[in-house]
């Protein structure tokens, strides 16, 4: 079991755009498992990643209650189904003890790869469609406080620096 760093905000390599995955190889593989490795130990629901400084389109999750449904997203490609928006409380393996609602497309489509590299697609709603869009937005990225106004991001990042200092 290899457990990776999870960079927290406001890194600024939390900002990077992830590229696409050209070939779903053993190296992938093996990142794969370190991240689900950091994922359950944390522990989370989902993880990109750009949060382990890993800049390839790549995530891991498992949003089931007895943590026995690994899902794999490789290039993954998120459509919103209908125009109906649910909040639901969110939170971040890089903003730790921070929470706050986030309203998300309540339906979405998604097409992806798996650890073979095989294309799938997937309709998910509720829990499971919020965290693939908090996901996918790690790798554009983008920050669930980024939805949040301007002074709460504001005291999340000052929460998170005096934090960081503490921790150090
Ligand atoms: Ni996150």
Redesign the pocket.
Known sequence: MSLLTILEYPDERLRTRAQPVETVDDDLRRLINDMFDTMYDAPGI?L?AT?VDVHKRVIVMDVSEEKNHPLVLINPEVTPLGEEREPLQEG???IPEYYAEVPRALRVHLKAQDRNGKAYELEADGLLAHCIQ??VD?LEGV??VDYLSPLKRDRVKKKMLKRQKTAS
């Open positions: 989902g990109a949060q971040c393996l890089s908090h996901e790690h920050l669930f």
